[in-house]
């Protein structure tokens, strides 16, 4: 029997489970504390089974992943290389209204103006909103890249973007990278048995090897399954199933047609029981059908999905994928995390599932080495935030269905009061009179601005009241410099950016 206590002065972070949760917190946490240079006090070890195939479908970002990224160490280039990798610069949700061709964008770039002047009261058509304040939704419509050539890598300094990429192969470089340049350990082994000495506390794992590893923090990146905080630590689940319908997906990957584009956003498309993601890399599309089989059949569901894909991709064999959407009531429990999936999950509507395990990674690397003493409180304050960030993001996908005017049953469903929480209301009851403002938002850990608000109530219609508060909408002057200004650098980028695959092609041959 092989015990692992020889780095007793430093502590020991045990991760179970790869896939991207369990490498990407691994890369996180070791580039943070330079583990590699063996100064700091910490010693990561990340346990895979080679027989266990991961989800892997989690392949649209947010523009957090940028920062990530650059933090971990690795080159731009070679993400886009290994991973199929193309850029997102936001999401366009295509008959989420009335189901006739109707569609508007979530751009990530915020509206210009945005915090100096409130432009809602002032665009004609409030449905246009995105469009009469950023230029991001013509970029996306054209097809075009967030940058020129001559631009550093990184460089996000004109567009706000974030990243599409094929799962699998992110997973796989992340652990390369964390194994040759980042110092973390790997077994490959599946683990046999948890040893728990109270619901609260994980002793230690036995692995199929033989091996018994113990350690200061346990990571649990096991996925849906849960083993450590679910399976061996009991910890109970807070669903959202009464707020967010959907519970199975089928995945797909589709071949690039002879003379294709790469669209640079996430395209959205609104079905009659739910809804197809339809994401594009360098290499395929990854298309699939989130859908609720309370509204659907699975034969159905397919059927509508390989209607979209077209009859020439018959032979596609789809993956399906069963979930509930909720999260852990506590995430951290004693000596034991969950990240990833094994915390929780939703529909991958806004994908928040890779933001998600970049925050918990980063708390990890941040409160990391910690005396015993702390961790009861570092953990409840832990919990305390991701509490909330799950209710706000629950909150902000309903926000995406409750407007709808669609005639089928489960659209119908959705615009049902009873469907909505509380907290949503709150905020719709507010926003009758002003629309979602900067201060509304001024928690240091929301996930999602105002603007994001903004983009989706607008682009679905929801026109607030200004009529209250019309003595502050005075600023018409201002406003329309503003309009101006936004049509100008529309022009200007439209001239001036090269198309998306063009410069993923160019970019990469250099």
Known sequence: MNHSSDTSKKQRIVIVGGGTAGWLTAAIVAAKHKVAMGECGLDITLVESSDIPTVGVGEGTWPTMRNTLKDIGLSEKEVFRRCSAAFKQGGKFVNWVNGDGDFYYHPFTVPLGYGRVEMAPYVGDIANF??????????????????????????????????????????????????????????????????????????????????????????????????????????????????????????????????????????????????????GLSSRRGVGHVYSTDFTTDERAEEVLRQYVGDEHGDLKARTIRFNSGYKKRIWKGNCIAVGLSAGFVEPLEATALMLIEISARYIAEQMPLPTSAMPIVSQRFNKQMNYRWQRIIDFLKLHYIFNQRSEPYWVANRDAASIPDSL??????????????????????????????????????????????????????????????????????????????????????
């Open 130 to 279: 995105a469009n009469a304040t950023n230029f991001q939704q013509h970029v996306c419509e054209r097809n075009m890249a967030p940058r020129t050539l001559s631009e550093q890598e990184y460089s996000s300094a004109q567009s706000n973007y974030a990243y599409h990429l094929d799962a699998g192969a992110f997973a796989d470089m992340l652990r390369d990278f964390s194994k040759t340049e980042l110092g973390v350990k790997h077994i490959v082994a599946t683990v046999e048995s948890v040893a728990a000495s109270s619901s609260e506390h994980v002793e230690s794992v036995t692995l199929n090897n033989g091996m018994v590893l113990d350690a200061d923090l346990f990571v649990d990146c096991s996925g849906f399954r849960s083993l450590l905080l679910g399976e061996t630590l009991g910890e109970s689940v807070v669903s959202a199933d009464d707020v967010l319908f959907n519970n199975s997906a089928l995945a797909l990957h589709v071949p690039h047609e002879e003379d294709f584009e790469i669209k640079p956003y996430t395209q959205a498309t609104a079905q009659e029981a739910g809804w197809i993601w339809d994401i």
């Open 425 to 510: 209301k709150e905020d719709l009851e507010i926003w009758k009179y002003r629309g979602p403002q900067i201060a509304d938002f001024s928690a240091a850990i929301e996930l999602f601005p105002a603007a994001s608000y903004q983009y989706v109530l607008y682009g679905m219609g929801f026109s607030p009241d200004f009529s209250l508060q019309s003595h502050f909408y005075n600023e018409r002057d201002l406003a329309d410099k503003v309009i101006k200004q936004n049509q100008l650098i529309t022009q200007q980028k439209l001239s001036s950016l090269p198309n998306h695959r063009d410069y993923i092609e160019q970019w990469l041959a250099s």
